[in-house]
C-alpha cells in the first residue's frame, strides 16, 4: 500500500513537472568557407552556372506532426532566385573559380551547373537538394544539405543582409571546390574545350558537329580540335564574349532583385522564426500539459482510493484538481499556438504581395532580354551557315 | 492533212501549260521563307529577314544583302546572274559585315539593358546607405572574411618596418609606392623568382603586379613589408586569391 501511494505520488510529481523545459537552438556549427589559394591559370578555372531553384517544398498538413506550411508560392519562386544567388556568391568568394552567375536554365554554355530544389525553409531550418553536373555531362554529386538557423542569427545588430544560412552554402561551395580540387589540369582544360566546342556546335553546327561525340553513358568526349587559325571559330569567341556579356546582364538583374528582396525576406524570416520557435513550444506545452493533467488525475483518483487518511484523501483531490487545471492549460496553449499559426499565414501574405510585383518584373525582364538575345543569336547562326556554305561553294 | 490541223491545237495547249507552270514558279519564288519562321522578337527584324532572303538568292549582289535597312525590297530571283561578278571572297567578307553590323547591334541592345539595371543598383544602393545612415558599401564586402583586416590602408596599424611608418589611418606612403615600382622592375629583369624587393620575398608564382588595382597592390605590400613570414605567407595567399577573382571576372 505504502510502495502504491509512493508510484502515485512520484506520478504527480512528474506530472507537475511537465511542460517545464524548452528546446532552443542557441548556436549551430558554422560552416567557414574555403577559399582556392593557389594561382590557377586562366585556362583551367571553370566557369559555374548557378540555376534558380526550383521550390520543391510542398505545403504540409498539421497531420505530419508538424506546423502547416501555408507559404504563398510567391515567396518559394523569390526563394529560389535569392538563395541561389546566396549560394552563387559563396562560390564565387571561394575564389577557386572563373566567371560565378546566376542563371534561368541550363541553356548558356558553362563548364559546371548547380542546380536544385529547396526542401525546407521556414526561417529555422533550411534544407536543400544540391546537385553539380560540369559541361560534359559527368555528375559530380548530388546531396542534401540542412542547416538550423542559431537564434541568434537573427539578433545581430545591423544583421541585414547577413545570411542565416551561410554555413550551408558553404558547405555547399567548399564540396564544389573539393572535387575541382581532384580534377587535375589536363581534366579542367578538357571541361572548358568542352564547353567551348559546345558552344560552337550549337551557333555552327555545320562547322563544329563532329567534334564532339557521345560516349560511355552519354557523356560529351572530344572527337578532334579545330585549327587554332579557323575563322569560325574566331566568331565563335567573339559571339561566347557577347554571350558572357548577355549572362552579365542577367546576373545584374537577379543582384538587384536579390538586393530589393534583403531586407523584407530578413525579416520575415526572422518574425517566421520566432513564430515557428513559438508554435513549437506553445504545441508540446500543450501535448506535455494535456498528458501531464491526465496523468496528475489519474493518479489522483489512485491515491485517493488508496488512502484511508483524511490528509491521503485532501492530497488526492489536490492531484485530481491540479491535473484537470494541467488539461485546461494544455488546451489553452493549442488555442494560443493556432494564433501563431494564423500570425504566419499573415506574415507570408504580407511578404507575397511586396514581392509578387518584383517577382513578375525579374521574369518578364529576364524573358524580355533572353527573347532579344536569342534573336539575335538566331541572325548569327544564320550568318555562319552562308558563310560556311559559301566558303564550301554551296551557294 | 491531219497532222497539220492537230499542231495548232497541241501548241495552244503546250503554250498554256507553259504558261501555268510559269504562274506558278513565279509566285513559288516570291513567297518570303522568313513569314514561315518569323524572328522571336522584333529587336532585330530588318537583319533576321535579310538572312533567309540571302540564303534564297545565293547570288544576290553583296550590296543588297549588306543593306539590312531595306531587306523587303530585295529582288528574289535565284534563277538570275545577279552575283556574276561576285567572288566566294567578297561575299563571305559582307557576310562578315553583316555580322560585324549584328554585334553593334547586340551590343547597343545589351548596354540600353545594363544602363537600366545599373541605374536601378544605384538606387537600391541609395536606399540602402539611406536607411544604413551612409555607411561605406565596401566595408561589409571587406569585413567578410577579413579579408582585409590588419592591411595599411584600411585603418589598421603598419607593420613595423623602416618604411611604414606613415601608414597610419589608410595612407598610402610614398615608399611604399616605390617599392611597387621595384617589385615590377625586378620582375622585368627577371628577378621574380624568390627576388628581394625592398628586403621582402617575392614568391616565385606571384606576377610582376603590372596589373594590380589599389586592392591587389595593398596586399602586395602589406606581403612584401611583413616580417613574420607565417603572416607574410597568408598575405600572400590572400594576394593570390584576390587576383584569382579578378581573373575571373
Avoid at chain 1, 521574369?363 to 534573336?375: C, F, M, P, S
Avoid at chain 2, 541592345?109 to 539611406?130: F, K, P, T, W, Y
Avoid at chain 2, 627576388?195 to 591587389?216: E, K, L, N, S, W
Avoid at chain 2, 597592390?217 to 595567399?237: C, F, G, I
Wanted: net charge negative; proline share 6%.
Amino acid at each position: 500500500m505504502k510502495l502504491h501511494r509512493r508510484w502515485s505520488l512520484a506520478l504527480v510529481g512528474v506530472a507537475l513537472l511537465c511542460g517545464c523545459s524548452t528546446a532552443t537552438v542557441k548556436s549551430t556549427r558554422h560552416t567557414p568557407l574555403v577559399q582556392e589559394t593557389r594561382a590557377l591559370p586562366q585556362s583551367q578555372l571553370l566557369d559555374v552556372g548557378v540555376i534558380a531553384l526550383e521550390p520543391g517544398v510542398e505545403p504540409k498538413s498539421e497531420t505530419d506532426g508538424q506546423a502547416a506550411d501555408d507559404t504563398p508560392t510567391t515567396i518559394r519562386n523569390a526563394e529560389g532566385y535569392y538563395l541561389a544567388n546566396q549560394l552563387r556568391g559563396a562560390i564565387e568568394t571561394s575564389a577557386g573559380w572563373g566567371t560565378v552567375r546566376l542563371l534561368p536554365s541550363t541553356t548558356p554554355v558553362m563548364d559546371v551547373y548547380v542546380s536544385g530544389r529547396i526542401l525546407q525553409s521556414d526561417g529555422e531550418t533550411l534544407e536543400v537538394e544540391i546537385e553539380a553536373r560540369d559541361s560534359a555531362g559527368e555528375r559530380w554529386f548530388q546531396r542534401k544539405y540542412r542547416e538550423v538557423a542559431s537564434k541568434y542569427a537573427y539578433q545581430r545588430r545591423d544583421a541585414t543582409g547577413r545570411e542565416p544560412f551561410a554555413g550551408l552554402f558553404n558547405r555547399v561551395a567548399n564540396d564544389l571546390l573539393e572535387y575541382r580540387r581532384d580534377l587535375d589540369g589536363a581534366e579542367l582544360e578538357r571541361l572548358r574545350t568542352i564547353s567551348e566546342l559546345r558552344f560552337a556546335a550549337d551557333f555552327a553546327p555545320e562547322s563544329f558537329s563532329g567534334y564532339l561525340r557521345e560516349g560511355r553513358g552519354g557523356k560529351l568526349e572530344i572527337a578532334r580540335l579545330p585549327a587554332r587559325e579557323d575563322p569560325t571559330l574566331a566568331h565563335i569567341r567573339t559571339m561566347r564574349e557577347r554571350d558572357y556579356q548577355y549572362i552579365d546582364t542577367l546576373q545584374q538583374y537577379y543582384d538587384n532583385f536579390s538586393g530589393r528582396m534583403d531586407e523584407p525576406y530578413f525579416y520575415w524570416r526572422s518574425e517566421r522564426y520566432d513564430e515557428v520557435m513559438a508554435t513549437r513550444e506553445l504545441q508540446r506545452q500543450s501535448l506535455l500539459r494535456t498528458v501531464g493533467g491526465i496523468a496528475a488525475i489519474v493518479a489522483g483518483i489512485a491515491l485517493g482510493s488508496n488512502s484511508d487518511s483524511s490528509a491521503g484523501q485532501v492530497g488526492a483531490i489536490a492531484a485530481v484538481g491540479a491535473g484537470a487545471v494541467m488539461v485546461q492549460s494544455g488546451l489553452q496553449k493549442r488555442s494560443e499556438a493556432k494564433l501563431h499559426r494564423a500570425a504566419l499565414e499573415e506574415l507570408g501574405e504580407s511578404l507575397a504581395a511586396e514581392l509578387k510585383p518584383r517577382v513578375v518584373e525579374l521574369e518578364d525582364r529576364t524573358i524580355t532580354l533572353t527573347g532579344n538575345v536569342n534573336a539575335q543569336y538566331e541572325q548569327w547562326r544564320q550568318l555562319l551557315r552562308e558563310i560556311y556554305r559559301s566558303e564550301r561553294g554551296e551557294l | 492533212m491531219r497532222t497539220c490541223q492537230r499542231h495548232p491545237e497541241q501548241g495552244a495547249r503546250q503554250l498554256a501549260c507553259c504558261g501555268l507552270l510559269a504562274m506558278l514558279l513565279a509566285s513559288c519564288q516570291t513567297t518570303p521563307p522568313q513569314e514561315v519562321e518569323p524572328p522571336p522578337e522584333p529587336t532585330t527584324p530588318a537583319a533576321s529577314a535579310t538572312i533567309p532572303a540571302a540564303e534564297q538568292t545565293p547570288e544576290a549582289p553583296p550590296d543588297t544583302a549588306a543593306a539590312p535597312a531595306a531587306p523587303q525590297a530585295t529582288p528574289v530571283e535565284p534563277a538570275q546572274p545577279a552575283a556574276a561578278g561576285t567572288t566566294t571572297e567578297e561575299h563571305v567578307q559582307t557576310l562578315e559585315r553583316e555580322l560585324e553590323t549584328s554585334y553593334e547591334e547586340h551590343d547597343a541592345m545589351l548596354r540600353d539593358h545594363q544602363a537600366s539595371v545599373r541605374a536601378e543598383a544605384a538606387e537600391i544602393a541609395a536606399q540602402r546607405a539611406g536607411r544604413d545612415g551612409g555607411g561605406d558599401p565596401d566595408e561589409e564586402a571587406f569585413e567578410q572574411g577579413g579579408l582585409y583586416e590588419g592591411l595599411p590602408g584600411f585603418g589598421a596599424p603598419p607593420p613595423d618596418t623602416e618604411a611604414g611608418t606613415g601608414t597610419d589611418g589608410g595612407e598610402i606612403t610614398t615608399a611604399a609606392g616605390d617599392d611597387r615600382a621595384g617589385t615590377a622592375s625586378t620582375a622585368a629583369n627577371g628577378g621574380a623568382a624568390g627576388g628581394q624587393v625592398g628586403g621582402a620575398t617575392v614568391p616565385a608564382d606571384i606576377p610582376d603586379g603590372r596589373d594590380d588595382d589599389i586592392v591587389a597592390r595593398q596586399l602586395r605590400e602589406a606581403a612584401q613589408m611583413e616580417k613574420d613570414p607565417e603572416l607574410r605567407e597568408k598575405l600572400w595567399d590572400e594576394y593570390r586569391k584576390y587576383k584569382n577573382r579578378q581573373a575571373a571576372q
